[in-house]
């Protein structure tokens, strides 16, 4: 038992998202904490991917599942209330991984897991092991590859990817995390041409301000978890 919470302390000195300091230059991808203790929801069972995803085949594999799954609207669904946000149609890729994820059930009992007022919050991570299986289960390593799009800035309202984490001269995009901007046109240039802007909240950025203000540690992670789920609002 000494062994483990020796574990456990030095694990939360190491992990979270990027220190206060970098909070303005850049939005990474979260390195996941490892669970300890398993996670006392239930999740309805997911289904089955045909095939894992890597780099070298994300890209054909969702150009296809894109022109098969035309969805281009969800619902963010938390306990302060729900966002709907579009996603863009000339972001083929990113669209068509957030619709495989949902439909993979990938983003229920994940966390808003980075609050920061006035810029953004971030969600699609967690420190469950439900989190860690399933992204073995669909593909631990691929990255999505920078999308122009309309040459979209970041404006109030603005879905974008957290980037890879590593270097990343590419700008490639971790698929399993997003964050919706929340700040003035004036603080975005650093993030513009940067990330990728695959979409916009259609409805409920009075909820996303009320979720950027939510105590958090120096990290920016919210003092208590938010989960969250995702759903298909076209039919």
Known sequence: MKNILIIVAILSLFVGCEDSKKRTTEIKE????KELIPNSKTEKKELKPKIKLTNENAVSFL???????LENNIRVITPYGNIDIELFKDTPIHRANIIYLVKQKYFNNTFLHRVVPN???????SDLKSTFKKRARI???YRLPYEKGNSRIHTYGSISGAKEYRKN???MTSPFEFFIYLGSNTSNKHLNGNYTVFGKVTKGMDIVEILSDLPADEQDWPLNNIYISVEILDQ
């Open 169 to 171: 001269p590419d700008k």
């Open 139 to 141: 593909g631990n390593h």
């Open 63 to 69: 150009t296809e599942f894109g022109e098969e799954n």
């Open 119 to 125: 810029f953004i919050i971030q969600a699609g991570s």
């Open 30 to 33: 979260t390195i996941l904490k």
